[in-house]
């Protein structure tokens, strides 16, 4: 696997994979995460002790996790959810998550029992998206504020999120990322 080869697929989806969303529908948050939480753990409690539970904390890098850590004495949080930095430079980074992990209060969980690994992966994208334009240093994510923000999502013929949509257009990305570095 080459830099450029991964270089090349990015620029190629870029040019070709440009997606209808015309008939696309708005949602607001509250309509597919209506309880989000916020994290109740604090970071400094869990500085250097070191271990293998991710701490998601305020980051739009490293999706979001700040370091691997001991999960004694902490409140972890489910697997197969979304977060987002409610705060610092990274504010509005939203991630999926696949496994258990410690939620410190610079961050938001978002569950709904539809995600899987590749619409959680999807509907990150578009979160973070919309959110980067937003919010801000100085403009975090209350709840009220990320409740009423909208994102656009493919619909069903009902109307309502297109979960397999979401679910087959990143195994489609997955499988021509898996053939292009062939």
Same mark, same amino acid.
């Given at each position: ?26 949602? =607001?948050? @509250?309509? %597919? *995460? ?5 994290? &109740?753990?604090?970071?400094?409690? !869990? ?69 899987? =690994?590749? @619409?959680? %992966? *999807? ?5 973070? &998206?919309?959110?980067?334009?937003? !919010? ?47």
């Amino acid at each position: 696997m080459t830099l450029s080869k991964i270089d090349n697929f990015v620029k190629e989806v870029k040019l070709t994979k440009n997606i209808d969303t015309s008939r696309w529908k708005e949602f =607001k948050i @509250s309509d %597919l *995460f209506p309880t989000p939480k916020r994290g &109740s753990n604090k970071a400094t409690k !869990f500085k250097g002790k070191i271990g293998k539970t991710p701490l998601i904390a305020a980051s739009g890098y490293n999706e979001g996790i700040s370091y691997l850590t001991t999960s004694e004495g902490a409140k972890l949080s489910n697997e197969n959810c979304l977060t987002m930095s409610a705060n610092g430079a990274g504010v509005g980074s939203t991630f999926y998550r696949s496994e258990k992990f410690i939620a410190t209060n610079d961050c938001w969980v978002l569950d709904n029992s539809n995600l899987t =690994k590749n @619409s959680g %992966l *999807f509907m990150a994208t578009i979160i973070s &998206s919309v959110a980067k334009n937003n !919010f801000a240093w100085t403009k975090k994510p209350s709840e009220k504020l990320l409740l009423k923000t909208k994102i656009k999502l493919p619909v069903d013929k009902k109307g309502e999120p297109d979960w397999e949509y979401m679910e087959n257009y990143i195994k489609t990305l997955s499988l021509s990322l898996a053939k292009a570095l062939i």
